[in-house]
């Protein structure tokens, strides 16, 4: 009895410790007023590369004195054109302009503005753009949101009129151009929309003409602004493929030299332009339509450097590297996906081969040297994501020839990994190398994790802060990763205890493993904890061997909605700000807004599906699994059967995968990146497994058996050692490397005495 609620209590648990972790939040700050009027001054286009004294003293002057950061300008659209920026900025959600766009750079749309008192203005095509956004997009956004939170808002230009329109057009007051004396009209309400202009091209002398004259204007704004006011500048949208990272500075009381940040970015120095909005009225003290606005607002943080030069350097390379990241990651997943096919089919005909016939007659095994090659080549392919990963340590977007410096640096840590994993203690056994692999693979994302997951963001196998998903802890590809390598460790690690304990080792490492991911202090995805937290319960339930039964599943389901419920109930308790994608989803749930989530999550994974190489890397691992290596001659299943916590790891894999695929939007992708590293890995050990599958195990010294004299027996070798190493009471995995199913030695009592003298030397070894 004691051995079966064991597993049960430590079970619980760890669903207790994973409701904790998730529950702990940093402390934060609600945002408080600090302003009486604010002015939101926007150029398109404009880039931290576009700043210095000379060309923008003004704004060189601002960002010296204020607070800066990366804007990551997503709208509706991509790319953000000017008009879907200014859109977005009066939303407070990602909107578009409705109308016909191609794919290429941005089209020139007129907004018509019409001005019948000569005080205000009107947007004709206003409430056909409110239509567009509320029947035919998925975000639920509401042009205009932000004039109407306030009394009165002041709009000076084209793009201003969009971003301050109400949603029937209306525009409170309006000028065309900005005035000689804009203090007048920058002083008539608390909320002010500035248009200066575009920067855009990529001519230096035309973007830096371009760039003098908006600095001129702002020179003006900063100079008729009213006392005790908040001024934001931000480059509010692209002007052409490809997307960029923008500028973003506030100015003004509580703003002083620090780094911009908001609660849906997590990450200092970065924020949407979804959070101007929320940004300006928190400013003012005015309450927010939180329905409405999936911004939140920005604050200011301290560890700037003090020396601006110093300070624009970050927002500056991360542009650069976004830039490049954009490039690199398509071509490097598609060469992934297509030589890990490759090796697929390479490894097929070593499958069919690597039994060793029993007969006199039978075909030639295939050269060592041959074999060797292969599994090296396998273990290379498993650890290219992880290297990929790594290799951002180095700054190779900064090289003329950025993919050739992130090829070489990648080529050279994935060689540097396969020797390591070649010359590890115990590479030799047969789940010596898949040990090895996974444990670097997961120690590589949680070192990434632990130290704040920079290698992540504008990583190639990390996230774009211009898609403008996710801009702090584990991405997709890293929570693939990370479920692969912590549940191949835990079934590792239980495979070399006995039967009894495996559950409760799968359950230690894979509990841990569900805290680093959805700790907020950590990896901050309670989805991909919730995923994990499912899969570590299908390996604990079948790690002592057997079937999954209907009771296994029940528990396996229950730990794993447990710690749905836990997160969910403590998630919706917090303020509206502060909660998770759990959180918010449910509350979208109970005020009837669910739906757009659901139509969004179920879009976003349509296109993942469709777009993205990991789909590939996906379908082609399951297919050489299914086809290859799950057949009678692929070897997974036997070592499935001597290996029972390894086929529990493999199941929890696949499970976790698929579910933090498909609730977290990503479709196949987080599935694709774990089959990465599982698919090589089994296939390596399914070849070793049919190597040894005719092995002889002869006694190194005493009386005859099978025939032969005492003392002129072979010692034990690999097969039979890793038979009996990690078996503990499974039929299949005790019995002599020789015996056929079903049988443990007979009547031979040399072979069944063979059989206990070989487990209990390994057992001894072991300990």
């Given at each position: 009895m004691l051995r079966r609620v064991t597993p049960v209590l430590l079970t619980l648990l760890v669903v207790v410790l994973g409701v904790a972790a998730l529950a702990a939040r940093p402390a934060g700050e609600a945002p408080r007023r600090t302003a009486d009027f604010v002015v939101l001054a926007g150029v398109a286009g404009l880039r931290w590369d576009d700043v210095d004294p000379q060309t923008t003293p003004t704004l060189w002057r601002m960002a010296q004195e204020g607070s800066i950061g990366s804007l990551s300008v997503r709208s509706a659209h991509r790319p953000t054109c000017p008009v879907d920026g200014w859109l977005t900025l009066g939303a407070g959600n990602f909107a578009a302009w409705n109308g016909s766009r191609g794919t290429g750079a941005c089209p020139p749309v007129g907004v018509t503005v019409e001005q019948p008192d000569g005080i205000g203005a009107n947007l004709p095509d206003q409430e056909g753009v409110v239509q567009h956004n509320q029947r035919r997009l998925s975000w639920g956004a509401v042009p205009g949101s932000l004039s109407e939170s306030v009394r009165c808002s002041v709009a000076v230009g084209p793009g201003a009129a969009v971003a301050a329109a109400r949603p029937f057009g209306?525009?409170?007051?309006?000028?065309?151009?900005?005035?000689?004396?804009?203090?007048?009209?920058?002083?008539?309400?608390?909320?002010?929309?500035?248009?200066?202009?575009?920067?855009?091209?990529?001519?230096?002398?035309?973007?830096?003409?371009?760039?003098?004259?908006?600095?001129?204007?702002?020179?003006?704004?900063?100079a008729a602004r009213p006392p005790r006011s908040l001024v934001l500048v931000a480059g509010v949208s692209d002007t052409d493929l490809p997307s960029r990272l923008h500028v973003a500075v506030a100015d003004g009381p509580g703003w002083e030299r620090g780094w911009l940040t908001s609660p849906t970015t997590g990450r200092e120095g970065y924020l949407q332009l979804v959070d101007l909005a929320p940004t300006a009225l928190a400013a003012l003290g005015r309450p927010m339509p939180e329905r409405l606005f999936l911004g939140r607002p920005a604050v200011s943080v301290d560890g700037r450097p003090g020396d601006l030069p110093s300070a624009l350097a970050a927002p500056a390379d991360a542009d650069r590297e976004s830039a490049a990241q954009r490039r690199v990651a398509g071509w490097f997943f598609a060469l992934l996906a297509g030589a890990q096919v490759l090796l697929a089919l390479a490894v097929l005909p070593l499958l069919r081969r690597a039994r060793r016939h029993a007969g006199p007659v039978g075909p030639a095994p295939v050269p060592r040297r041959v074999v060797a090659a292969v599994e090296l080549l396998l273990v290379a392919a498993a650890l290219a994501v992880p290297a990929a990963l790594l290799a951002d340590v180095v700054p190779w977007w900064r090289g003329e020839h950025a993919g050739w410096w992130f090829a070489t640096v990648t080529a050279l840590l994935v060689v540097g990994g396969t020797a390591a994993v070649r010359f590890a203690p115990g590479h030799a056994s047969t789940l010596g190398p898949l040990g090895a692999v996974a444990g670097l693979a997961?120690?590589?994302?949680?070192?990434?994790?632990?130290?704040?997951?920079?290698?992540?963001?504008?990583?190639?196998?990390?996230?774009?802060?211009?898609?403008?998903?996710?801009?702090?802890?584990?991405?997709?590809?890293?929570?693939?990763?990370?479920?692969?390598?912590?549940l191949l460790c835990a079934g590792w690690l239980a495979q070399r205890v006995r039967r009894q304990w495996r559950p409760m080792v799968v359950v230690a490492v894979g509990g841990l493993a569900a805290v680093v991911v959805g700790s907020p202090y950590l990896g901050a995805d309670s989805v991909g904890a919730i995923?994990?937290?499912?899969?570590?319960?299908?390996?604990?339930?079948?790690?002592?061997?057997?079937?999954?039964?209907?009771?296994?599943?029940?528990?396996?389901?229950?730990?794993?909605?447990?710690?749905?419920?836990?997160?969910?109930?403590?998630?919706?308790?917090?303020?509206?700000?502060?909660?998770?994608?759990?959180?918010?989803?449910?509350?979208?749930?109970?005020?009837?807004?669910?739906?757009?989530?659901?139509?969004?999550?179920?879009?976003?994974?349509?296109e993942t599906l469709v777009n993205s190489p990991l789909t590939v890397l996906a379908l082609a691992g399951a297919l050489l699994v299914w086809f290859a290596l799950l057949q009678p001659w692929g070897g997974l299943m036997r070592l499935f059967g001597i290996y029972p916590a390894m086929r529990a790891a493999m199941a929890g894999t696949a499970v976790a995968a698929v579910i933090g695929g498909a609730l977290s939007g990503s479709a196949?992708?987080?599935?694709?990146?774990?089959?990465?590293?599982?698919?090589?890995?089994?296939?390596?050990?399914?070849?070793?497994?049919?190597?040894?599958?005719?092995?002889?195990?002869?006694?190194?010294?005493?009386?005859?058996?099978?025939?032969?004299?005492?003392?002129?027996?072979?010692?034990?070798?690999?097969?039979?050692?890793?038979a009996a190493a990690g078996q503990d009471g499974d039929p299949a995995a005790e019995r002599p490397a020789d015996a056929p199913a079903g049988d443990d030695g007979g009547g031979d009592p040399a072979r069944r005495a063979l059989g206990r003298d070989v487990r209990a030397s390994t057992e001894v070894a072991t300990a």
């Open positions: 209306r525009v409170d007051r309006y000028a065309a151009v900005l005035p000689d004396d804009p203090a007048p009209l920058l002083g008539s309400c608390v909320l002010s929309i500035v248009d200066l202009g575009t920067v855009s091209g990529e001519d230096p002398a035309a973007r830096a003409a371009q760039a003098r004259r908006a600095d001129a204007d702002l020179a003006r704004v900063l997961a120690l590589v994302v949680a070192a990434d994790v632990l130290t704040g997951a920079r290698l992540q963001l504008n990583g190639v196998v990390g996230y774009s802060a211009l898609q403008g998903g996710r801009f702090a802890g584990l991405g997709t590809i890293g929570l693939g990763v990370f479920i692969a390598g912590s995923a994990l937290t499912a899969g570590v319960s299908v390996a604990a339930a079948i790690s002592t061997g057997g079937w999954l039964t209907v009771s296994r599943l029940v528990w396996a389901t229950m730990a794993g909605l447990a710690l749905t419920i836990g997160y969910a109930v403590i998630d919706l308790r917090r303020p509206a700000t502060e909660r998770g994608s759990l959180g918010r989803f449910l509350a979208a749930l109970g005020d009837g807004t669910g739906g757009l989530t659901v139509h969004r999550s179920s879009s976003a994974n349509f196949l992708d987080v599935a694709g990146a774990a089959g990465a590293l599982v698919v090589p890995m089994a296939a390596l050990a399914a070849l070793r497994v049919l190597d040894h599958s005719t092995d002889r195990t002869q006694p190194v010294d005493g009386g005859p058996a099978n025939g032969r004299p005492a003392g002129s027996g072979r010692a034990p070798d690999r097969g039979a050692l890793d």
